[in-house]
């Protein structure tokens, strides 16, 4: 059962398609500084994605993020949210239908857990049966057993636990846009790594939109349906999904950006259902052809062992990767078991193509960096 | 020794007075310098009174420049402002409390103003973040992290005050200051020492109970998640 409180959304038009938040033409010029830190600057985040904010530092991300609930005011431009110009509207009033995580959690430390997740429902007046439920709900929701941590105190728990705190405190109301800013930066790598998981866990369950201002680009490629790449001078440089930032870089500044490194994050963004396969004969000892490589398969139909390989001498050593999987893990099977093919097998251990480390460098070249 | 305690005995009843005067002025004094001060920080924290013009041309801002003011006002010789302010306000109660408060606001100020800027920025901008306003930020939030350095910026002022009470007696004010200069003028007269003695252990005596008061206040008063 969950509390929803939906103000300004209809749940049933979930399309994604529509733009949650869109801003258009929106600049940002600092007092006393000539130029601007964001300029001219339009940007539609589609309803439920997780829309990742990515760029130098002083590109105008951080801004950006925070002119969305107006904790900056823009200069110029309209904000839209969920259709509604909000431009205008109460600051204060506006952030209590937005939820705002940031990089240092900033949980009030003279209250309780329950009461920092309940700040929120509270200013907008829920009764205290609502919010109590509404508390527990979300501590287990980003797995904190209530029981052990509702009347605990901010500083009475470890960094990673107080960011689970604020990203609960964030959901609290049940806002349909999360503003979250670089909320994971300040943690160790491997806390991060799971709560990061636990974070598109979470989004499985309440699919808020989402804005998500990071400078880690392997973080912006793991949980980002979209990319944007800021550049200086608070330009969006580039707005795409992870592939098409990895493999299409809009310019010089996003190709050096992205960087090397690129194309090895794209493969772990490119399952292997969605490559075209080499076709591989299936044989029991019959005369090998010359175009295509021959696999012996045992009773079953399992692959067990290649008979011949065009173009080669002896037959190679037999790697296997389920279709499941991305190229990345074909890859690493294939440094692995120093082979120069793979058999891709579907979830029954049928083979169904192989992939060939040749037809990899050619296929998925981008800047031409391939390890 | 024993003829301390017959001087005490057979004074209690006017001694005991003298001490719950200068308790009680000591309390006045700083009660309003406390609301003076924290009404004066909450404004400046987030307000500039003085014109930009002033502030850029003394180099400080008006939060300075009130810091500034009180320290002023705290290092006047005791003896001369009290003298200052008769031709004003006269004799007795009023010049008496109107000079403590004078010396209170600087502590209070002070650790006003240093609490509320010590207050985390992230908390803060969480606070803007969830929507809260000016107002609710600095009672909810600003306020109680600050509370604590407050009380001890009161418990200084108590202290300071304490003393300096003893010299209102110079224009006539409450207090033990009364038996203290009492028993200075006609040193070595019968029971001037144990004046003197005891106007000092009164004023140990007040200080010992503002102490434990401030003890159980700030007990009570500071939010259980900040204790340390």
Redesign the interface.
């Given at each position: 059962m969950s509390e929803t409180v939906q103000p300004m959304t209809d749940s049933s038009t979930r399309t994604g398609q529509r733009p949650m938040i869109s801003l258009q033409g929106v600049s940002k010029t600092y007092p006393k500084q000539s130029k601007p830190a964001v300029a001219e600057l339009s940007l539609d985040v589609p309803e439920g994605a997780i829309v990742m904010l990515i760029g130098p530092s002083g590109c105008g991300k951080t801004t950006t993020l925070k002119m969305m609930?107006r904790?900056i005011e823009p200069s110029s431009g309209r904000i839209l949210l969920d259709g509604d110009d909000v431009t205008d509207v109460n600051?204060?009033?506006?952030?209590?239908r937005i939820g705002?995580v940031?990089q240092?959690?900033?949980?009030?430390?003279?209250?309780?857990i329950a009461d920092n997740v309940a700040?929120?429902p509270k200013?907008l007046g829920w009764d205290k049966a609502r919010v109590t439920r509404r508390v527990d709900e979300l501590l287990r929701l980003v797995g904190m057993e209530p029981g052990d941590f509702r009347d605990r105190?901010?500083?009475q728990l470890s960094g990673g636990q107080q960011q689970r705190v604020?990203v609960a405190?964030g959901l609290a109301a049940d806002p349909p846009v999360m503003l979250m800013d670089e909320p994971f930066g300040a943690i160790d790598p491997i806390t991060r790594e799971r709560l990061q998981e636990e974070f598109l866990e979470v989004q499985r369950q309440v699919a808020k939109t989402i804005c998500f201002v990071t400078h880690d680009l392997s973080e912006a490629v793991k949980l980002g349906d979209r990319i944007a790449v800021f550049g200086p001078g608070g330009r969006l440089a580039q707005y795409d999904t992870p592939d098409e930032v990895l493999t299409n870089p809009a310019d010089e500044f996003v190709a050096e950006f992205v960087g090397s490194g690129a194309a090895v994050r794209r493969l772990s963004l490119l399952e292997l259902s969605r490559l075209e396969l080499e076709e591989v004969v299936i044989s029991s000892g019959g005369a090998p052809t010359n175009r295509h490589p021959v696999l012996a398969v045992n009773d079953a139909g399992r692959p067990e062992r290649w008979l011949h390989l065009p173009g080669s001498g002896d037959p190679p050593p037999l790697v296997v990767v389920p279709l499941s999987g991305t190229v990345y893990d074909a890859v690493d099977v294939m440094l692995d078991g120093r082979a120069p093919l793979v058999v891709v097998v579907d979830d029954d251990g049928q083979p169904r193509g192989a992939l060939r480390w040749d037809a990899l460098v050619g296929d998925l070249r981008t800047k031409g960096r391939l390890p | 020794m024993g003829s301390y305690l017959r001087y005490l005995s057979e004074n209690s009843q006017t001694l005991l007075f003298y001490a719950q005067q200068h308790f009680l002025v000591v309390g006045y004094s700083i009660a309003i310098a406390t609301a003076i001060s924290l009404a004066l920080a909450l404004v400046l924290h987030t307000n500039q009174l003085t014109p930009p013009s002033w502030s850029k041309r003394f180099r400080i801002s008006s939060q300075e420049g009130a810091l500034l003011l009180a320290s002023a006002a705290l290092t006047i010789p005791s003896l001369a402002l009290f003298g200052l302010l008769q031709p004003m306000l006269g004799l007795g109660v009023t010049p008496s409390i109107v000079a403590l408060t004078l010396y209170a606001i600087y502590p209070v100020l002070r650790n006003t103003v240093a609490g509320l800027s010590s207050v985390d920025s992230a908390v803060l901008e969480a606070a803007r973040g969830v929507g809260m306003g000016p107002v609710r930020r600095m009672w909810r939030v600003q306020l109680p992290l600050a509370w604590p350095v407050i009380v001890s910026g009161i418990r200084v002022a108590v202290l300071i005050t304490i003393s300096i009470a003893v010299v209102a007696a110079i224009i006539n004010g409450p207090g033990l200051g009364k038996p203290l200069q009492d028993g200075l003028a006609r040193l070595g007269a019968v029971d001037s020492f144990n004046e003197v003695i005891t106007g000092t252990l009164g004023c140990l005596a007040v200080a010992a109970v503002y102490e434990v008061l401030f003890l159980i206040i700030q007990r009570f008063t500071t939010p259980r998640g900040i204790r340390v």
């Open positions: 609930n904790l600051g204060d009033q506006l952030r209590r705002y940031i240092q959690v900033g949980l009030f430390p003279h209250l309780t700040v929120v200013m105190y901010p500083r604020g405190r | -």
